[in-house]
């Protein structure tokens, strides 16, 4: 940072005054004189230097210096968990938001387009200096702007020699415009490709709720890395291909009949963008649900079935390494079973719900509570328990904290039609019921061997197969 200065006037003619301010570490400090409480402030940091270059985008964060295979230059950025004070300076942590937006202006050779979050609201040519100084190629300046609160790793520029197409979706919230924003050479297989993504809307729209962001529109970007959920410009480089990069995450061939960066990043439009974790420590918020919005969809389009083999095929993801929720105020992300075991947690709770008009009503009631504001682990948990009547709480603290699976102990008594049930490989504390899909008999079931008396349809349903479907535990 060269300077910053604080002005109550815009643009900066006057009654500016250059604010002190000293680095410690990787942080600026910034003494701000007294204002009135109310007023609206204006500063301005002026700074220069050579940002990180991400060496394994998105995973690696930082700037992405790429061509394209015309050999175009091919730009852009990723900086989830890094942080966005990688490359430009600010309140680099989830907690606080812009509330009324963002917006974003660059200057590129006037052969390229740059593209970022929101709508582009202006666009103009420099033919003759930039900085006072001559150039010899024009260059354009792009402004974009977004009207709704956003991340900070989420305001991101794609620079490159792109090509445009445009389509509307009828949802929610009205009209919603459709922009695809894809290389040339690339055009017709993104038209073919990009057809999945209406039905997706549709999909979300009905299970969470309108698209949080109309105000901005919905736009796919192809980008020089795989994939990101940029609010309203979802990073998109899975190929044109279906699966994840072209192979199936659950290991059933199910996750090869849609494209999973068009479903699982645009998910995050609801989980993640509009509703985002205070703490990085409970990016479950953001992962878990974003996860089983992949067996809703895979519902949506192939049935309950399909759904349900494409959920438990993700088991085979979970490594129980360490706890899903990471440690609090380091800027840490806990395990990255929040993806795999996250979902499967969420099965748990859909089974035990037993109701999937109450589990819809629990999932758009979190996208209109929270909607566009930051959370805890523990507002997301104290509303679900709410929702569903259930207590949950144990659930919440056996997989989001530890590592072990629960084990069902079962002994089935024919004759007598009664199950002897309890947990074991869990602490004292747990309780996860177990609820037949077709029955009203709900199995509190403790760590303390109990007996059931369940009717002979259900004695016939409780089979080692049908528990371990319904819910991620092992049973005995």
């Given amino acids: 940072i060269d ?58 964060g930082g700037w992405v210096w790429q061509k394209d295979s015309l050999g175009n230059p091919w730009v852009s950025v990723s900086c989830q968990g890094l942080g966005a004070s990688c490359w430009y300076p600010c309140k680099d942590l989830q907690s606080d938001e812009p509330d009324k937006g963002a917006s974003l202006e660059v200057e590129v050779p006037d ?24 150039i010899n190629n024009a260059l354009k300046l792009f402004k974009w702007e977004v009207k709704n609160p956003i991340n900070n790793y989420d305001i991101i520029p794609y620079i490159g020699k792109y090509t445009n197409f445009t389509d509307t979706f009828m949802g929610e919230g009205g009209k919603l415009d459709l922009s695809y924003w894809v290389l040339p050479y690339n055009l017709d297989k993104a038209k073919k490709q990009f057809t999945q993504v209406k039905p997706m809307l549709q999909c979300f729209e009905h299970w969470f709720g309108k698209y949080p962001f109309y105000e901005d529109s919905y736009k796919l970007v192809e980008a020089p890395y795989l994939g990101m ?27 090869l009949k849609w494209d999973f960066i068009i479903v699982h990043e645009s998910g995050h439009e609801w989980f993640g963008n509009s509703i985002t974790s205070k703490d990085l420590a409970d990016m479950w918020i953001h992962e878990s649900f974003t996860m089983y919005s992949e067996v809703l969809y895979m519902q949506w389009i192939f049935g309950e079935e399909a759904a349900n083999d494409y959920c438990i095929g993700l088991r085979q993801n979970i490594q129980n390494d360490k706890p899903i929720i990471g440690p609090y105020g380091v800027n840490k992300e806990g395990s990255g079973d929040m993806y795999y075991k996250g979902a499967n947690m969420l099965h748990n709770i859909r089974h035990i719900i037993n109701n999937d008009s109450l589990f819809r ?4 009631g979190l996208n209109t509570t929270f909607y566009h504001q930051t959370v805890t682990t523990k507002q997301i948990e104290d509303y679900m328990i709410a929702k569903s009547g259930f207590d949950l709480q144990p659930i919440f603290n056996h997989y989001l904290t530890t ?13 007598q039609s009664t199950a002897s049930l309890y947990w074991t490989n869990c602490s004292d504390e747990f309780i996860m019921p177990i609820v037949i899909p077709f029955s009203s008999n709900i199995l509190k079931i403790n760590t303390k061997n109990k007996i059931f008396n369940l009717s002979k349809q259900e004695m016939n349903w409780f089979t080692k197969k049908n528990l371990e479907r319904g819910y991620y535990i092992e049973v005995e």
């Fill in 229 to 255: 959920e940029h609010q309203s410009a979802v990073a998109y480089g899975n190929g044109y291909q279906n699966g994840y990069k072209g192979t199936d995450l659950s290991k059933t061939g199910l996750g």
């Fill in 403 to 415: 590592v072990s699976i629960p084990h069902l102990k079962v002994k089935l008594n024919i004759k």
């Fill in 111 to 134: 052969t390229l387009v740059c593209i970022s979050n929101g709508r582009e609201i202006n666009t103009s040519i420099n033919k003759g200096n930039i900085h006072g100084q001559p």
């Fill in 361 to 364: 009503e629990m999932l758009r």
């Fill in 3 to 60: 300077s910053i200065i604080l002005s109550s006037t815009y643009p900066l003619l006057k009654s500016c005054t250059l604010i002190p301010f000293f680095k410690k570490e990787g942080i600026y400090l910034i003494t701000l004189p007294n204002t009135n409480i109310g007023n609206k402030e204006i500063i301005r940091i002026y700074y220069h230097g050579k940002p990180k270059e991400a060496i394994k985008p998105p995973w690696d």
